[in-house]
Structure formats: structure tokens, C-alpha cells
């Protein structure tokens, strides 16, 4: 089992920024895709960004595209998400998680190990 700590989550205010860490203990992570995804009271945990295994392929969702930045340390076995102008709809908790390849993509059934998450709240 890979155990990943992430950390960074905190309440700010429309507009503001913040930046997410992740983690792994092991080195099991540095050749797999690292994931971000979300999830808000009420509501199914959602994809929002991924990482390839060597940071030559990112994706986004929509909904994040061009506020987030998703980047990996390989060497510290981290992964950031560097979150600007955020917006109230961004509130949820976010989990980060290892891919069971390279690449990871959007579905949740790609990714093998997760955190316990880490809450982050805009006001407006």
C-alpha cells in the first residue's frame, strides 16, 4: 500500500490562490501518472487534472482549464496543484491519487492509491 499525504487546503476568498501538495512515501509513484480530483458535498468526485509520469502530458478539465496548474517533483515523489482565481464552485474536498500506468487520464478506475484528501472552501 502507498500511503499519500496531502496538505495545503485552507478557506480563502473568491479570487484567491492556493497550492495543493501531495506527497508519497515510497518511490512507487515515479514512474506512474499522478491525479488531482475533487469532490463537493452532494456530489460524485470529479476528475481535475493529471500529470504524465515525466510532466510531458498534462490534461485538465474544463472547468479548471487556465486557473490550475498541475506539476510533479519527481526526485521528492510530489505532486502540486497550484490553484489560481479561485471561485466558490471550486469548494470541495481534493484527492490526490497515483495512476496504475504512465498516463493516467480522467476516469477514477485508472488511479490505485488515494489520499484522504484535504478540504479547501472559497467564500465568496
Known amino acids: 500500500q502507498v500511503q499519500l499525504v496531502e496538505s495545503g487546503g485552507g478557506s480563502v476568498q473568491a479570487g484567491d490562490s492556493l497550492r495543493l501538495s501531495c506527497t508519497t512515501a515510497?518511490?512507487?509513484?515515479?514512474?506512474?501518472?499522478m491525479g488531482w480530483f475533487r469532490q463537493a458535498p452532494g456530489k460524485e468526485r470529479e476528475f481535475v487534472a493529471t500529470i504524465s509520469w515525466n510532466s510531458s502530458s498534462k490534461v485538465y478539465a474544463d472547468s479548471v482549464k487556465g486557473r490550475f496548474t498541475i506539476s510533479r517533483d519527481r526526485v521528492k515523489n510530489t505532486v502540486y496543484l497550484q490553484m489560481d482565481n479561485l471561485q466558490p464552485e471550486d469548494t470541495a474536498v481534493y484527492y490526490c491519487?497515483?495512476?496504475?500506468?504512465?498516463?493516467?487520464?480522467?476516469?477514477?478506475?485508472?488511479?490505485?492509491?488515494w489520499g484522504q484528501g484535504t478540504q479547501v472552501t472559497v467564500d465568496s
Open positions: 491519487a497515483v495512476g496504475r500506468g504512465s498516463f493516467g487520464g480522467s476516469a477514477r478506475e485508472n488511479y490505485q492509491y
Open positions: 515510497r518511490r512507487t509513484s515515479s514512474n506512474n501518472a
